[in-house]
């Protein structure tokens, strides 16, 4: 869905650099979400917002954190990246006017980060 | 967060009924029940989701047991495109966190 676009696609990095991928969406949706996927399993939460001013942890924060720049737009940072961090990281996004407990998200294409 | 149990895998012949079902024994009185999919190379999308009655989209349908422990997911005739895999989901709507909580899933297998 071109709607929910995230930079870069792929990502080969090396332990302790720094590295930040980028979430935009078109959609005019308040709250954005960040997800991680390991190799057979599930997504996981690592950080959500429900507006610019309002960010809160997931599941799995340590290691991570993230900025609300704007509606549209939602960064998540590995200050100093390690092998572990290797994963399929996903951005969503939902409108935030209905109840949460039904409302869609949407997804993004994912990022592939490799930490070597 | 209350769990769910799905199959790990399952095969269908393309054009067949798929039922895909899913146990939620400990779900709460007001938890929704969402069914999402990921196809290969792709971020998850949403399928159907409900309450207590069943659903029906142009997507699927969802049928949902009287006592709410378990649901099961219905694609009429599964295509090729079809084969992803399948996570039910239960959303607590006495909160509003806004959270996916995500299972392994079902990895459907849809044979020509």
């Known amino acids: 869905d071109a709607d929910v676009t995230q930079t870069p696609r792929n990502r080969i990095t090396k332990t302790g650099k720094r590295i930040m991928l980028e979430c935009s969406q078109t959609?005019?949706?308040?709250?954005m979400y960040w997800y991680r996927q390991d190799p057979g399993l599930g997504l996981r939460l690592i950080y959500y917002s429900f507006d610019v001013k309002d960010i809160n942890k997931g599941e799995i924060s340590d290691g991570y954190s993230v900025s609300r720049q704007a509606q549209a737009k939602f960064s998540l940072s590995l200050e100093s990246a390690i092998p572990n961090q290797t994963a399929l990281y996903f951005c969503?996004?939902?409108?935030?006017?209905?109840?949460?407990?039904?409302?869609?998200?949407?997804f993004g294409p994912g990022t592939r980060l490799l930490v070597l | 967060d209350a769990k769910t149990t799905q199959p790990n895998s399952m095969e269908s012949n393309e054009e067949e009924p798929v039922h895909l079902p899913c146990n939620h024994s400990?779900?709460?009185?007001?938890?929704?029940i969402h069914w999402y999919r990921q196809l290969p190379s792709q971020g998850p999308e949403y399928v159907i989701h409900g309450l207590t009655s069943n659903v029906n989209n142009r997507m699927a349908s969802l049928a949902i047991a009287e006592d709410r422990k378990s649901s099961t997911l219905i694609l009429h005739r599964a295509t090729l495109r079809d084969a992803a895999v399948y996570y039910c989901?239960?959303?607590?709507?006495?909160?509003?966190?806004?959270?996916?909580?995500f299972g392994q899933g079902t990895t459907l297998q849809v044979k020509p």
């Open positions: 969503a996004t939902s409108v935030g006017r209905d109840g949460a407990h039904q409302e869609t998200q949407y």
């Open positions: 400990t779900i709460s009185g007001t938890d929704y």
């Open positions: 989901i239960l959303r607590d709507g006495s909160g509003n966190t806004g959270k996916l909580i």
């Open positions: 959609k005019g949706h308040d709250r």
